[in-house]
């Protein structure tokens, strides 16, 4: 048998945390977990295709295949990926392994103040301990509208070795406002990202074409979430998510991936045709699923279901534009939507207005407003929500979570428990 | 614990009286700015990447929105914030919601995005007042990010003509603005660089508040007052003075704002331990005024290139300029010691404060990294740590070789 040792089992059996320890105690990440009750073998055909896009599958392909990948991408910049032949890698794939090790080096190695998230101490020793396990992907496209905490982990990044390219960052801080210089500038910073991912200038037709794929596949979900609206016991919460997250860069097999969203939809088209009259608590969430698996079958026990969800939205691309200036505008929209969160600069005040008409769309009777622990914005954000959806008469209930794949806690559950009763209450 | 006199320096008597009458004027500007009545349109802004010219020329009453150390007005942020944000952004907030008479006089605040946190406070104190976010660009060296920032400038001043109801401010207006700016900077500077001196003839609590004015006080009134404490503060010591007595020990403060108010480290540092911060790296010290902006040319274009090319925060790229320029800074004014003082959820600096210390001590410093917010609770364990910090520089003194006499002011003024 062979003694050597990973330089992350060093680490973790320096650090005492113990691998098996760690994987009993904490559940699986989103994209690992099972729907438990799949209405279709398509929803099965999902969850396949999310959970084998992983930061493993496409280190292979790199390693393999010669394939291109860098971190980042995976939002409203995923067509210009696409565009270039880069693989993104998003940053929630940091906290799907050894997040635990990783928030402990982070506050060793690299002195981050243990107050600071979870998300970025995870970030920051995720990243050491990839390169310390050799990962082929070494590059950051970096964004620089995005938090502080962020930007500045991806400097420890940057002296420990990682080559990281940075977007000049603007922000839409007002709907209305000009942006004419800030499309421009976006639009720039676009064209100079696609020459350090590929090498070469962009091709505008190509990315006209990723765009326009974009939107088929936004459009694709959007249907599909709204005919859940009708029969909203068969596409459940998680595999919703699913569906939201692979817009991003479908999960690296855009055909399949295209295919189970036209199977579905055919599906639950033929479903809506036989109403479906058992309760249901229709809800939205803003933030990402605090208590991961275990929240979503919280959920299920107690017949909520997430209609609506404020992070990752559906809105389209603009097509009638250059396709460098769709991009800018659908991030400045996006902005001034409240959608995708900090690490875009997203509003704070205005989030708000996306969730009204979420809820007005939707029939929402209520709103979970959820932020990672010890982030100052998201914080922010949960703060004016719940003042002011308070004095609309919204229920609101505001949770946090780490980005740790740990059972939701006891504290938690009451919460959430207690909100869904009073809401039940309410709807008797 | 050696005693504060040893190394008290006596300062002329025209110095006192100079620094009373600065701290006269910013009282007596902070009150012309909330009892004007004239119908001058009052403006506070929130960070020093706000391009203050352009408030000067377009006849504003202005304020900088940055006083802290207080921990109620913090406390009283935290009805938005909860307990995350630092306490500076915190107070920022807790200002409005306590009605102070000067936060509650502005007619607009504009906040240039630096920090998220910031940007954050922004928003909230809209509920207050109304407020003006504009995009302040991190590429500090790329020629697309500066013709971007002069756009946000040229928005800024068309933001406050429709404010004022004036007509925007003209490129020779601003040009004259800038000149008059420039000139408080290059005495400001010249003041903070008598503290290159063996015996500092000022304190760093005593340059903090000389800086703070820069933010009240009108420039022809601020001035003269100036030109008043660089005379006094030049008048006393001098190089020789340092061969008459000990020399206080030479820290350099980097890190977080040191915020209008916030004193505490400042008084256990010198007041209490008798050592003397020389030089500051932070945006409320002597930070802004290492470099100048550009008197000729597009005064638009001047201004957006000034403003990136001052000292940076952390927050801005390349990073390592950041680092590179507190460490010239620690080189130039011969100190003997860091503190990093970060403020509690200060992402740029407590983030990253790895690197900094690691680049302090490259340059053979000692660092004592200190994260700080408004409390009193922890004042005796931050005495213990930065006396015993001190007592650690005093011993490597008993044993280095007699250092060479720090450059005197202006020798090397353009060099940061």
Redesign the interface.
């Known amino acids: 048998m062979s003694s050597t040792f990973t330089e992350t089992e060093k680490l973790r059996a320096t650090a005492g945390i113990s691998a098996a320890h760690t994987a009993a105690e904490q559940q699986p990440d989103l994209y690992n977990a099972r729907d438990e009750h799949p209405f279709s073998p398509t929803v099965v055909e999902l969850g396949d295709l999310a959970r084998n896009w992983s930061l493993e599958t496409i280190e292979r392909l790199v390693r393999e295949d010669g394939r291109r990948a860098v971190w980042g991408g995976f939002a409203w910049d995923s067509p210009l990926f696409r565009a270039t032949d880069t693989i993104p890698v998003s940053i929630m794939e940091l906290w799907r392994k050894d997040s635990h090790l990783a928030e402990h080096i982070a506050e060793s190695d ?4 243990a ?2 998230c979870s998300m ?1 101490k995870t970030m920051a020793g995720r990243w050491h301990l990839l390169k310390a396990e050799q990962s082929p992907i070494k590059r950051i496209l970096a964004f ?1 509208s ?4 962020i ?3 991806i ?2 990044a ?2 420990q070795g990682y080559e990281v390219h ?1 977007l ?4 839409a ?2 709907v209305g406002e ?1 942006s004419d ?2 499309v ?2 976006l639009a ?2 676009i064209a100079k990202a696609a020459e350090w991912l590929q090498g070469a200038p962009l091709d505008d037709d190509r990315l006209a074409a990723e765009i326009h794929l974009k939107n088929e596949a936004l459009r694709k979900v959007a249907r599909i979430l709204e005919l859940r609206l009708k029969r909203p016991h068969l596409v459940g919460s998680l595999p919703a998510m699913w569906l939201l997250g692979g817009t991003g860069g479908f999960f690296g097999n855009q055909k399949k991936f295209f295919e189970i969203l036209d199977r579905l939809i055919a599906e639950l088209e033929a479903a809506v045709q036989v109403p479906d009259n058992r309760p249901y608590l229709p809800l939205i969430l803003a933030g990402g699923p605090p208590g991961g698996l275990s929240f979503f079958k919280l959920l299920e026990q107690n017949n909520a279901v997430l209609v609506g969800f404020v992070l990752l939205g559906t809105a389209l691309y603009r097509e009638d534009v250059p396709p460098r200036e769709a991009l800018a505008h659908y991030l400045f929209e996006s902005q001034l939507r409240g959608e995708l969160g ?1 690490a875009t ?1 997203a ?3 205005l989030r708000r207005r996306g969730i009204e008409a979420l809820i007005e769309k939707t029939g929402a009777k209520g709103l979970i407003s959820s932020a990672v622990t ?4 998201a ?2 954000v ?3 929500e719940r003042n002011y959806f308070r004095q609309q008469g919204v229920p609101i209930v505001a949770l946090e979570h780490t980005v740790h794949n740990d059972p939701i806690t006891e504290e938690q559950t009451m919460k959430i428990k207690a909100f869904l009763e009073q809401l039940t209450g309410e709807a008797r | 614990m050696s005693s504060t006199k040893i190394h008290s320096l006596p300062a002329a008597p025209a110095l006192p009286a100079a620094l009373a009458s600065l701290d006269a004027l910013v009282h007596s500007a902070q009150d012309a700015l909330v009892r004007d009545r004239s119908g001058a349109r009052k403006v506070g802004y929130l960070c020093n990447y706000t391009p203050i010219e352009l408030l000067d020329a377009a006849g504003v009453l202005h304020a900088r929105l940055f006083k802290g150390g207080d921990t109620a007005r913090a406390a009283a942020g935290e009805f938005y914030t909860q307990s995350v944000f630092c306490d500076f952004t915190k107070s920022c907030i807790g200002a409005f919601e306590q009605g102070d008479p000067l936060y509650k006089a502005f007619d607009k605040v504009y906040s240039f995005h630096t920090c998220a946190t910031m940007k954050r406070a922004a928003e909230v104190i809209e509920l207050f007042t109304p407020t003006r976010l504009l995009n302040v660009p991190k590429l500090r060296k790329h020629d697309d990010s500066r013709r971007f920032f002069r756009e946000e400038v040229l928005s800024f001043r068309d933001d406050l003509a429709a404010l004022t109801g004036n007509a925007p401010v003209s490129a020779d207006a601003l040009s004259a603005a800038i000149r008059e700016r420039n000139a408080l900077r290059r005495l400001l500077r010249q003041i903070s660089e008598l503290r290159r001196r063996a015996l500092p003839p000022l304190s760093g609590r005593q340059f903090a508040d000389i800086a703070r004015a820069y933010y009240y006080v009108p420039p022809a009134l601020l001035r003269p007052a100036l030109e008043e404490i660089l005379a006094a503060a030049g008048a006393t010591g001098g190089a020789g003075a340092a061969a008459a007595g000990a020399t206080p020990i030479r820290l350099l403060a980097a890190g977080s704002i040191i915020a209008d108010g916030d004193r505490r480290i400042l008084e256990i540092v010198e007041e209490e331990l008798g050592a003397r911060i020389v030089i500051e790296d932070n945006c409320a010290g002597a930070r802004p005024f290492h470099s100048l902006v550009r008197e000729d040319g597009d005064p638009f274009a001047a201004l957006a290139d000034g403003y990136l090319d001052q000292s940076p925060c952390a927050r801005q790229r390349p990073f390592e300029d950041a680092l590179e320029f507190s460490a010239r800074l620690a080189e130039q004014y011969a100190v003997e010691g860091v503190l990093y003082v970060f403020l509690k959820f200060c992402a740029c600096y407590g983030v990253v404060q790895k690197q900094f210390i690691e680049r302090f001590n490259a340059a053979g410093l000692p660092v004592l990294a200190l994260s700080s917010d408004y409390s009193e609770s922890d004042r005796g364990q931050l005495l213990t740590r930065i006396e015993a910090f001190i007592e650690v520089l005093r011993e490597k003194r008993l044993f280095a070789p007699p250092p060479a006499e720090p450059e005197t002011a202006g020798t090397a003024a353009n060099r940061i």
Do not use: D, N, W
């Open positions: 690299y002195q981050i103040p107050e600071f970025i620089s995005g938090c502080e905490p930007g500045m982990v400097e420890h940057r002296a940075t000049e960052g603007a922000t801080f007002r000009r210089a800030a421009k500038l720039g910073e900090e600069g509003s704070a005040l010890a982030c100052p914005y914080s922010l949960q703060q004016l």
